[in-house]
């Protein structure tokens, strides 16, 4: 996670509801905001779950692989930012 300098610096925190698509191959796509905080914190979700993407289970119906959607919530708090 790449905490958004300023929003990191002002110790503000956030959550952001994303939804996705996972497809049978484990990747994601059509990400849309659900509940969205401030743009950055939305931008840096979007960013994380697209660099996710190819490394999800994907759902099973019948012992088959399928797609689904999937609600994913991403929370930005600044006492646990990574620092560099």
């Known amino acids: 996670m790449k905490y958004p300098q300023k929003a990191l610096e002002e ?3 956030g ?3 994303l939804q996705a698509t996972i497809t049978e191959n484990g990747k994601v ?3 849309s905001v659900v509940v969205g905080a401030e743009p950055d ?3 840096e ?3 994380l779950v697209e660099k996710s993407s190819g490394k999800w289970i994907p759902a099973t119906r019948n012992g088959k692989k399928i797609a689904d959607t999937k609600n994913i919530s991403v929370q ?3 006492e646990y930012a990574p620092v560099w």
């Open 11 to 13: 110790k503000r925190s």
């Open 15 to 17: 959550m952001v509801l």
């Open 29 to 31: 796509k059509d990400i």
């Open 41 to 43: 914190f939305n931008k």
């Open 45 to 47: 979700a979007i960013r």
């Open 76 to 78: 930005f708090n600044p």
